[in-house]
Protein backbone atom coordinates (compact mmCIF):
# COMPACT_ATOMS: atom_id res chain seq x y z
CA UNK A 1 0.00 0.00 0.00
CA UNK A 2 1.58 3.17 -0.89
CA UNK A 3 -1.27 5.49 -0.81
CA UNK A 4 -2.46 8.55 1.97
CA UNK A 5 -4.45 6.72 4.71
CA UNK A 6 -6.86 9.81 5.89
CA UNK A 7 -6.84 9.16 9.67
CA UNK A 8 -9.37 10.92 12.38
CA UNK A 9 -8.66 11.00 16.17
CA UNK A 10 -11.91 11.38 18.30
CA UNK A 11 -11.57 12.31 21.55
CA UNK A 12 -8.13 13.92 20.55
CA UNK A 13 -7.42 16.76 23.75
CA UNK A 14 -7.04 13.30 25.85
CA UNK A 15 -3.89 11.92 27.24
CA UNK A 16 -4.26 8.88 24.50
CA UNK A 17 -5.33 11.61 21.72
CA UNK A 18 -2.03 13.35 22.52
CA UNK A 19 0.09 10.23 22.43
CA UNK A 20 -1.25 9.30 19.02
CA UNK A 21 -0.70 12.50 17.59
CA UNK A 22 3.13 11.80 19.23
CA UNK A 23 3.76 8.65 17.91
CA UNK A 24 2.18 8.90 14.10
CA UNK A 25 4.13 12.42 13.36
CA UNK A 26 6.59 11.21 10.16
CA UNK A 27 4.15 7.93 9.75
CA UNK A 28 4.83 7.15 6.00
CA UNK A 29 1.26 6.37 4.94
CA UNK A 30 -1.34 7.91 8.04
CA UNK A 31 -1.84 11.36 7.93
CA UNK A 32 -3.94 12.89 10.14
CA UNK A 33 -6.72 15.00 8.57
CA UNK A 34 -9.10 15.11 11.59
CA UNK A 35 -8.86 16.08 15.04
CA UNK A 36 -12.53 15.91 17.91
CA UNK A 37 -12.63 17.52 20.74
CA UNK A 38 -16.05 18.71 21.92
CA UNK A 39 -15.02 20.85 24.91
CA UNK A 40 -12.07 22.47 22.87
CA UNK A 41 -13.70 22.72 19.54
CA UNK A 42 -12.57 25.53 17.98
CA UNK A 43 -9.03 25.77 18.75
CA UNK A 44 -5.24 24.63 17.31
CA UNK A 45 -3.85 21.45 19.07
CA UNK A 46 -0.95 23.90 20.08
CA UNK A 47 -3.17 25.89 22.85
CA UNK A 48 -4.38 21.79 24.40
CA UNK A 49 -0.77 20.46 24.11
CA UNK A 50 2.01 23.46 23.41
CA UNK A 51 4.88 20.45 22.79
CA UNK A 52 2.64 19.91 19.75
CA UNK A 53 3.39 23.48 18.40
CA UNK A 54 5.42 23.16 15.24
CA UNK A 55 3.52 19.63 14.31
CA UNK A 56 1.09 20.28 11.24
CA UNK A 57 -2.00 19.18 12.73
CA UNK A 58 -5.45 20.32 11.81
CA UNK A 59 -7.61 21.89 15.09
CA UNK A 60 -10.16 20.15 16.73
CA UNK A 61 -13.31 20.45 15.61
CA UNK A 62 -16.97 19.08 16.70
CA UNK A 63 -17.36 14.97 16.12
CA UNK A 64 -20.37 15.75 13.72
CA UNK A 65 -18.80 18.06 11.49
CA UNK A 66 -16.34 16.05 10.21
CA UNK A 67 -17.29 14.38 6.63
CA UNK A 68 -16.34 10.66 7.50
CA UNK A 69 -17.03 9.95 3.79
CA UNK A 70 -12.97 11.19 3.13
CA UNK A 71 -11.77 9.44 5.94
CA UNK A 72 -10.41 5.97 5.95
CA UNK A 73 -9.13 5.11 9.50
CA UNK A 74 -10.53 6.41 13.04
CA UNK A 75 -8.91 6.22 16.09
CA UNK A 76 -11.75 6.44 18.79
CA UNK A 77 -10.17 7.88 22.21
CA UNK A 78 -13.33 8.70 23.67
CA UNK A 79 -14.46 8.12 27.38
CA UNK A 80 -16.30 4.92 28.11
CA UNK A 81 -20.35 4.45 27.01
CA UNK A 82 -19.71 7.29 24.39
CA UNK A 83 -18.12 5.91 21.39
CA UNK A 84 -21.36 2.87 21.00
CA UNK A 85 -23.68 4.90 18.61
CA UNK A 86 -20.62 7.43 16.97
CA UNK A 87 -18.51 4.42 16.07
CA UNK A 88 -21.93 2.36 14.27
CA UNK A 89 -22.86 5.46 12.84
CA UNK A 90 -19.60 5.74 10.77
CA UNK A 91 -19.58 4.89 6.56
CA UNK A 92 -18.85 0.99 6.59
CA UNK A 93 -15.45 1.53 4.93
CA UNK A 94 -14.00 3.77 7.78
CA UNK A 95 -12.00 1.52 9.56
CA UNK A 96 -11.46 1.83 13.55
CA UNK A 97 -9.76 0.81 16.49
CA UNK A 98 -11.34 2.15 19.61
CA UNK A 99 -9.46 2.80 23.15
CA UNK A 100 -12.32 2.71 25.25
CA UNK A 101 -13.63 -0.07 27.00
CA UNK A 102 -16.95 0.01 24.22
CA UNK A 103 -16.17 -3.01 22.26
CA UNK A 104 -13.84 -5.22 24.52
CA UNK A 105 -16.69 -7.48 26.53
CA UNK A 106 -18.47 -9.75 23.84
CA UNK A 107 -21.19 -10.74 26.54
CA UNK A 108 -23.66 -8.13 26.71
CA UNK A 109 -25.48 -8.97 30.01
CA UNK A 110 -21.97 -8.90 31.31
CA UNK A 111 -20.93 -5.51 29.76
CA UNK A 112 -24.14 -4.09 31.36
CA UNK A 113 -23.52 -5.37 34.85
CA UNK A 114 -19.62 -3.74 34.70
CA UNK A 115 -20.52 -0.42 32.59
CA UNK A 116 -24.00 -0.04 34.33
CA UNK A 117 -25.89 0.63 31.33
CA UNK A 118 -27.10 -1.76 28.15
CA UNK A 119 -24.83 -1.83 24.85
CA UNK A 120 -26.03 0.12 22.20
CA UNK A 121 -24.75 -1.36 19.62
CA UNK A 122 -25.02 -5.40 19.80
CA UNK A 123 -24.84 -5.95 15.94
CA UNK A 124 -21.58 -3.89 15.77
CA UNK A 125 -19.99 -5.43 18.93
CA UNK A 126 -20.20 -8.92 17.41
CA UNK A 127 -17.91 -7.81 14.38
CA UNK A 128 -14.79 -6.45 16.87
CA UNK A 129 -11.92 -7.84 17.28
CA UNK A 130 -10.26 -7.97 20.66
CA UNK A 131 -6.83 -6.94 19.79
CA UNK A 132 -4.02 -7.89 22.09
CA UNK A 133 -1.81 -7.80 18.72
CA UNK A 134 0.46 -10.89 20.06
CA UNK A 135 -2.33 -12.92 20.25
CA UNK A 136 -5.19 -11.60 17.85
CA UNK A 137 -2.70 -11.28 14.77
CA UNK A 138 -4.33 -12.56 12.13
CA UNK A 139 -8.01 -11.46 13.28
CA UNK A 140 -6.51 -7.60 13.41
CA UNK A 141 -5.97 -7.96 10.09
CA UNK A 142 -9.03 -9.20 8.89
CA UNK A 143 -10.89 -6.76 11.16
CA UNK A 144 -12.72 -3.55 10.70
CA UNK A 145 -13.66 -2.89 13.97
CA UNK A 146 -10.52 -3.46 16.98
CA UNK A 147 -11.43 -3.16 20.77
CA UNK A 148 -7.56 -2.30 21.81
CA UNK A 149 -6.85 -3.99 25.29
CA UNK A 150 -7.05 -1.97 28.66
CA UNK A 151 -3.60 -1.27 30.31
CA UNK A 152 -3.53 -3.70 33.01
CA UNK A 153 -5.31 -6.23 31.04
CA UNK A 154 -2.13 -6.02 28.35
CA UNK A 155 0.67 -5.46 31.31
CA UNK A 156 -1.08 -8.61 32.83
CA UNK A 157 -2.27 -11.10 29.64
CA UNK A 158 0.74 -10.67 28.03
CA UNK A 159 2.77 -13.03 30.53
CA UNK A 160 -0.36 -14.96 31.93
CA UNK A 161 -2.35 -16.16 28.27
CA UNK A 162 0.83 -18.52 26.90
CA UNK A 163 1.01 -20.18 30.52
CA UNK A 164 -2.24 -21.23 30.56
CA UNK A 165 -2.34 -22.39 27.43
CA UNK A 166 -0.13 -24.53 28.03
CA UNK A 167 -1.64 -25.34 31.05
CA UNK A 168 1.98 -24.68 33.11
CA UNK A 169 0.01 -22.77 36.06
CA UNK A 170 -3.59 -23.05 37.73
CA UNK A 171 -5.45 -21.17 36.35
CA UNK A 172 -7.71 -20.58 39.41
CA UNK A 173 -4.68 -19.35 41.59
CA UNK A 174 -3.99 -16.19 39.78
CA UNK A 175 -3.58 -13.14 41.78
CA UNK A 176 -2.04 -9.44 40.24
CA UNK A 177 -1.04 -6.67 42.04
CA UNK A 178 -0.92 -3.88 39.87
CA UNK A 179 0.60 -0.17 39.48
CA UNK A 180 -0.16 2.46 37.30
CA UNK A 181 1.10 5.66 36.53
CA UNK A 182 -1.34 9.04 37.12
CA UNK A 183 -2.13 9.27 33.29
CA UNK A 184 -4.09 6.24 33.51
CA UNK A 185 -6.42 8.01 35.13
CA UNK A 186 -7.13 10.48 32.30
CA UNK A 187 -6.93 14.41 31.64
CA UNK A 188 -10.11 15.83 33.30
CA UNK A 189 -9.81 17.60 36.47
CA UNK A 190 -10.46 15.45 39.72
CA UNK A 191 -9.28 16.37 43.33
CA UNK A 192 -7.65 12.84 43.81
CA UNK A 193 -5.12 13.54 40.88
CA UNK A 194 -4.08 16.53 42.36
CA UNK A 195 -0.42 16.79 43.43
CA UNK A 196 -0.62 17.34 46.40
CA UNK A 197 -2.83 14.39 47.08
CA UNK A 198 -1.31 11.78 45.35
CA UNK A 199 2.60 12.84 45.62
CA UNK A 200 4.91 11.24 48.01
CA UNK A 201 2.00 8.28 48.47
CA UNK A 202 0.93 5.29 47.12
CA UNK A 203 -3.19 4.03 47.08
CA UNK A 204 -4.58 0.39 46.21
CA UNK A 205 -8.23 1.72 44.12
CA UNK A 206 -10.92 0.00 42.98
CA UNK A 207 -10.47 -2.82 45.42
CA UNK A 208 -12.03 -6.32 44.18
CA UNK A 209 -14.37 -4.18 41.51
CA UNK A 210 -11.75 -2.66 38.63
CA UNK A 211 -13.79 -3.07 35.16
CA UNK A 212 -10.45 -4.57 33.96
CA UNK A 213 -11.07 -7.30 35.39
CA UNK A 214 -13.93 -8.03 32.83
CA UNK A 215 -12.01 -8.39 30.32
CA UNK A 216 -8.90 -10.03 31.77
CA UNK A 217 -11.54 -12.96 32.77
CA UNK A 218 -12.88 -12.78 29.46
CA UNK A 219 -9.56 -13.59 27.25
CA UNK A 220 -8.13 -15.91 30.12
CA UNK A 221 -11.66 -18.39 30.01
CA UNK A 222 -11.41 -18.18 26.79
CA UNK A 223 -8.05 -19.50 26.42
CA UNK A 224 -8.14 -22.20 29.51
CA UNK A 225 -11.63 -23.47 28.29
CA UNK A 226 -13.65 -22.84 31.38
CA UNK A 227 -14.24 -20.18 33.69
CA UNK A 228 -11.13 -18.47 35.17
CA UNK A 229 -11.67 -15.82 38.28
CA UNK A 230 -8.74 -13.32 39.47
CA UNK A 231 -7.68 -11.87 42.56
CA UNK A 232 -6.76 -8.48 41.05
CA UNK A 233 -5.75 -5.32 43.07
CA UNK A 234 -4.89 -2.33 41.06
CA UNK A 235 -3.00 0.92 42.84
CA UNK A 236 -1.90 4.60 41.75
CA UNK A 237 1.59 5.61 41.46
CA UNK A 238 3.00 9.20 41.78
CA UNK A 239 4.83 9.12 37.88
CA UNK A 240 3.04 10.38 35.35
CA UNK A 241 3.17 7.16 33.26
CA UNK A 242 4.34 3.15 33.63
CA UNK A 243 2.55 0.16 34.43
CA UNK A 244 4.28 -2.69 36.88
CA UNK A 245 2.28 -5.81 37.20
CA UNK A 246 3.11 -8.36 40.09
CA UNK A 247 1.57 -11.78 39.30
CA UNK A 248 1.54 -14.83 41.66
CA UNK A 249 0.82 -18.11 39.90
CA UNK A 250 0.82 -21.70 41.33
CA UNK A 251 2.26 -24.04 39.28
CA UNK A 252 0.88 -26.49 37.54
CA UNK A 253 2.14 -30.42 38.63
CA UNK A 254 5.81 -31.27 36.81
CA UNK A 255 6.07 -27.33 36.30
CA UNK A 256 9.31 -25.63 37.31
CA UNK A 257 9.68 -21.44 37.36
CA UNK A 258 12.84 -22.28 35.03
CA UNK A 259 9.83 -24.03 32.83
CA UNK A 260 8.00 -21.17 32.97
CA UNK A 261 10.35 -18.53 31.67
CA UNK A 262 11.63 -20.72 28.45
CA UNK A 263 7.65 -21.21 27.70
CA UNK A 264 7.54 -17.46 27.68
CA UNK A 265 10.64 -16.87 26.12
CA UNK A 266 9.90 -19.28 23.06
CA UNK A 267 6.25 -17.86 22.55
CA UNK A 268 7.72 -14.64 22.30
CA UNK A 269 11.21 -15.10 20.64
CA UNK A 270 9.89 -13.67 17.20
CA UNK A 271 7.84 -10.95 19.10
CA UNK A 272 9.26 -7.23 18.17
CA UNK A 273 7.66 -5.68 21.13
CA UNK A 274 7.52 -8.55 24.11
CA UNK A 275 10.57 -9.66 25.47
CA UNK A 276 11.43 -12.33 28.33
CA UNK A 277 14.55 -11.46 30.89
CA UNK A 278 16.72 -14.42 30.81
CA UNK A 279 17.75 -15.82 34.33
CA UNK A 280 19.67 -13.92 36.77
CA UNK A 281 19.03 -10.51 34.83
CA UNK A 282 17.08 -8.59 37.40
CA UNK A 283 13.33 -7.67 37.18
CA UNK A 284 12.15 -4.96 34.75
CA UNK A 285 11.17 -1.16 35.77
CA UNK A 286 9.10 0.86 34.29
CA UNK A 287 11.83 3.59 33.07
CA UNK A 288 13.06 0.78 30.46
CA UNK A 289 9.61 0.69 28.37
CA UNK A 290 8.67 4.99 28.75
CA UNK A 291 7.43 5.90 25.44
CA UNK A 292 7.67 2.73 23.54
CA UNK A 293 5.65 -0.09 22.61
CA UNK A 294 7.90 -2.59 24.58
CA UNK A 295 6.27 -4.82 27.23
CA UNK A 296 9.61 -6.62 29.35
CA UNK A 297 8.68 -9.76 31.94
CA UNK A 298 10.78 -11.39 34.02
CA UNK A 299 10.10 -14.84 35.95
CA UNK A 300 10.98 -15.68 39.82
CA UNK A 301 10.87 -18.29 42.45
CA UNK A 302 8.12 -17.49 45.17
CA UNK A 303 8.92 -18.09 48.73
CA UNK A 304 6.54 -20.33 49.02
CA UNK A 305 7.05 -23.48 47.20
CA UNK A 306 5.20 -24.33 43.82
CA UNK A 307 4.30 -20.49 43.16
CA UNK A 308 6.55 -18.13 40.67
CA UNK A 309 5.94 -14.25 40.77
CA UNK A 310 5.85 -12.83 37.54
CA UNK A 311 7.10 -9.07 36.76
CA UNK A 312 5.78 -7.13 33.68
CA UNK A 313 5.97 -3.74 32.87
CA UNK A 314 4.63 -1.11 29.62
CA UNK A 315 4.03 2.38 29.25
CA UNK A 316 -0.07 2.03 30.06
CA UNK A 317 0.00 5.34 27.26
CA UNK A 318 1.85 3.38 24.75
CA UNK A 319 1.68 -0.40 24.82
CA UNK A 320 -1.62 -0.03 27.52
CA UNK A 321 -3.14 2.51 24.62
CA UNK A 322 -1.82 4.33 22.10
CA UNK A 323 1.10 2.34 20.56
CA UNK A 324 -0.48 -0.68 20.71
CA UNK A 325 -3.69 1.11 18.75
CA UNK A 326 -0.92 1.90 16.09
CA UNK A 327 0.65 -1.42 15.94
CA UNK A 328 -2.97 -2.97 15.58
CA UNK A 329 -3.87 -0.07 12.74
CA UNK A 330 -0.84 -0.88 11.07
CA UNK A 331 -1.82 -4.60 10.44
CA UNK A 332 -5.09 -3.21 9.81
CA UNK A 333 -3.85 -2.29 6.59
CA UNK A 334 -1.39 -4.58 5.27
CA UNK A 335 1.51 -2.64 6.60
CA UNK A 336 4.82 -3.92 9.17
CA UNK A 337 3.14 -3.96 12.53
CA UNK A 338 6.52 -2.05 13.59
CA UNK A 339 6.24 1.08 11.30
CA UNK A 340 6.62 4.14 13.51
CA UNK A 341 7.23 2.20 16.49
CA UNK A 342 10.58 0.75 17.20
CA UNK A 343 12.20 3.55 19.30
CA UNK A 344 14.21 3.51 22.56
CA UNK A 345 12.57 4.18 26.13
CA UNK A 346 12.53 7.58 27.27
CA UNK A 347 15.50 7.98 30.12
CA UNK A 348 16.17 9.28 32.32
Keep these: MTQTIRTAILGASGYTGAELMRVLHGHPLFRITALTGESQAGKPMHEVYPHLRFADLPALVKHDTVDFSNIDLVFCCLPHGTTQTIIAGLPDHVKIVDLSADFRLFNADEYAQWYGHPHQALELQKTAVYGLTEHARDAVKAARLVANPGC ?33 AGRAAKQSNLYTEIAEGVSAYGIGSHRHMAEMEQELSRTAGYAVRISFTPHLMPLKRGMLATIRVKLAAGNTVDGLRDMLSKRYAGERFVHVLKAGEGAPTTHQVAGTNDCIMSVHADRVEGYALIISVIDNLGKGASTQALQNANLMFGLDEATNLDCFAQFP
Excluded at 165 to 178: L, P, Q, V, Y
Design 152 to 184: YPTCSMLPLLPLIAARAIDATSISINALSGVSG
